[in-house]
T-cell receptor, first 112, second 111 residues
Framework: QKEVEQNSGPLSVPEGAIASLNCTYS??????FFWYRQYSGKSPELIMF????GDKEDGRFTAQLNKASQYVSLLIRDSQPSDSATYLC????????????FGRGTSLIVHP | NAGVTQTPKFQVLKTGQSMTLQCAQD?????MYWYRQDPGMGLRLIYY???????DKGEVPNGYNVSRLNKREFSLRLESAAPSQTSVYFC??????????FGEGSRLTVL
């Protein structure tokens, strides 16, 4: 059973702070890692993906991948109230499967 | 560009009734998926279709059937609805395991 674990939160940070969201996965053969943002009552939308060990930056967002330790994280710098949402980690394993496994999501609250 | 379109957006059923959720994508993606999302449970895969003409069970297929009508359309059918199927249903599509594009969701209540 492939598992993706996330702390459900809520994670509460003040405006302007760095929010750090973490995700661990059980399948060591996992190849692709995705972060989706889901606002309340809306559908998930992709904000970051990462395939290789290390950091990947896109604006205020940084995804970090450590395959040896089997975790992937998302850092949000200069957090804004508009970042308040649930963040879903998704992991796709190797072997030709196109099925990503989702974590349960972490609720982030950015307060002014 | 509509992306992924789901209908209906809201539906209330009585126990034992049947219904079909429709999904269509205009991105020429090969893979399509049906998920359900319940509070605290994240997204759980019901069925998926890796390509036109194929369908496979996901994590929670019981009580559901699917049809991949053509490359664009992937429908989800509840033959005899149960209160446990009250949920938000999302259709998604992707190309070769890349980014998933989601529809707006269908909110189903079974009384």
């Amino acid at each position: 059973q492939k598992e993706v674990e996330q702390n459900s939160g809520p994670l509460s940070v003040p405006e302007g702070a760095i929010a750090s969201l973490n995700c661990t996965y059980s399948d060591r053969g996992s190849q692709s890692f995705f972060w989706y943002r889901q606002y309340s009552g809306k559908s998930p939308e992709l904000i970051m993906f990462i395939y290789s060990n290390g950091d990947k930056e896109d604006g205020r967002f940084t995804a970090q991948l450590n395959k040896a330790s089997q975790y992937v994280s998302l850092l949000i710098r200069d957090s804004q109230p508009s970042d308040s949402a649930t963040y879903l980690c998704a992991v796709k394993s190797s072997g030709g499967s196109y099925i990503p496994t989702f974590g349960r999501g972490t609720s982030l609250i950015v307060h002014p | 560009n509509a992306g992924v379109t789901q209908t209906p957006k809201f539906q209330v059923l009585k126990t034992g009734q049947s219904m079909t959720l429709q999904c269509a994508q205009d991105m020429n993606h090969n893979s399509m998926y049906w998920y359900r999302q319940d509070p605290g449970m994240g997204l759980r895969l019901i069925y998926y279709s890796a390509s036109e003409g194929t369908t496979d069970k996901g994590e929670v297929p019981n009580g559901y059937n699917v049809s991949r009508l053509n490359k664009r359309e992937f429908s989800l059918r509840l033959e005899s609805a149960a209160p446990s199927q009250t949920s938000v249903y999302f259709c998604a599509s992707s190309e070769k395991g890349g980014e998933l594009f989601f529809g707006e969701g269908s909110r189903l209540t079974v009384l």
